[in-house]
C-alpha cells in the first residue's frame, strides 16, 4: 500500500470526491537543520532527507524503534508526509504519524496525537501518509522494529496539491507501467540472438488536466510549476493507492488557455520512479 489515509481524516471544504482527485506532493518544511532522529549513522545523518536526491539518505545505526521528529511552528496548514527511497516494506517496520501544536507538563513536553496509526508498507515504493490538514508545531515519522536496519532518501511534509478534477486523457500510462529500459542487444554474424545488456531503467509517462479554472491555476498551478522541485504525484489515490509515484518534468510544462469555455489545460511529461 502506498498511499495511508488517517480514519480521522476531515473531508469538508475540499472537492466532491476529494480521496479520489489527483494530487501533488511537493512543498515540503523539511530543512537541513530542523529534524532530529533516534539515531543517524555517521555517513547518512538526516539532512540528507532535506534534499531531492535519491541516491543519499538517512540511515539508522540499529533496527530497533526509531523517530524522525521535525520541528515545524507552521502556521499554515499541512496535511501529508511523504516518502521515498525507503526499504520501510522489506525490513517489515509498522509506520505511524504523530503531530502536536501545544506543550503540556510541567516540564513542556509536546503533546504528540496520532495523525496516521501503524502501517506496514508491504513493499519499498514511495509512500504518502494524508490526514486533516492542519497547522503543527512538530510532526514525527515513528519505524517501529524490523528485519533491518532502516532508511529513508527523501522525505516530504508539507501540503498537499489536490486538483480540481481527474485527469484528461483515457489512455494515460500510470508509471509503475511506463518503465523504459537502456539496453543493447547482442545478435551474431548468422542473426542469431544472443542476448540482451541492461545498462538502465526509469519510468516514463504523461498526464494531462483540462478545464481548470482561471483562479485556480493563478493561485495553485502556477507557484508548484515555478518550484522545479521533484514531487509525489498520484493520478487517482482511492482507485489506484499503488500507482503512487515520485517524480520529476521532463522539459517544462506550460498552461494553455482555450477561449472557448475560458479554462486552461496543461500537460506534464514526467520521469521517476514508482518500483
Known amino acids: 500500500m502506498s498511499i495511508i489515509i ?47 536526491q535519491t541516491f543519499n539518505y538517512w540511515q539508522a545505526t540499529s533496527a530497533v524503534q526509531q523517530e524522525l521528529v521535525y520541528t515545524l511552528n507552521s502556521v499554515d496548514p499541512i496535511d501529508y508526509v511523504g516518502i521515498a527511497g525507503h526499504n520501510l516494506g522489506s525490513a517489515q517496520c509498522p509506520v505511524s504519524v504523530y503531530g502536536y501544536t501545544e506543550f503540556v507538563g510541567s516540564s513542556l513536553q509536546p503533546d504528540w496525537q496520532l495523525l496516521c496509526p501503524d502501517a506496514m508498507l508491504g513493499d519499498d515504493k514511495p509512500a504518502v501518509f494524508r490526514f486533516s490538514p492542519q497547522g503543527l508545531v512538530g510532526i514525527k ?68 488536466f483540462r478545464h481548470l479554472r482561471n483562479q485556480w491555476v493563478r493561485e495553485s498551478l502556477v507557484p508548484f510549476l515555478a518550484q522545479r522541485r521533484a514531487f509525489f504525484l498520484a493520478w487517482a489515490p482511492q482507485y489506484a493507492p499503488t500507482d503512487l509515484a515520485f517524480c520529476w518534468h521532463r522539459g517544462t510544462p506550460k498552461p494553455a488557455f482555450d477561449w472557448t469555455v475560458a479554462t486552461w489545460s496543461v500537460e506534464f511529461a514526467l520521469e521517476g520512479f514508482a518500483l
Open 6 to 52: 488517517s480514519p480521522n481524516m476531515v473531508l469538508g471544504g475540499v472537492p466532491t470526491n476529494p480521496l479520489d482527485t489527483p494530487f501533488i506532493g511537493q512543498h515540503s518544511l523539511v530543512a537541513i537543520n530542523n529534524g532530529v532522529p533516534t539515531s543517524a549513522d555517521a555517513a547518512h545523518p538526516i539532512s540528507n532527507l532535506a534534499n531531492q
Open 141 to 208: 515519522l515513528r519505524i517501529g522494529a524490523g528485519l533491518a536496519v532502516p532508511r529513508v532518501a527523501v522525505m516530504h511534509i508539507g501540503k498537499l496539491l489536490v486538483f480540481e478534477r481527474g485527469i484528461h486523457a483515457t489512455d494515460m500510462v500510470p508509471m509503475p507501467f511506463a518503465t523504459e529500459f537502456t539496453s543493447e542487444q547482442g545478435l551474431s554474424h548468422t542473426g542469431q540472438y544472443l542476448g540482451e545488456i541492461i545498462s538502465g531503467r526509469t519510468q516514463r509517462s504523461s498526464i494531462g
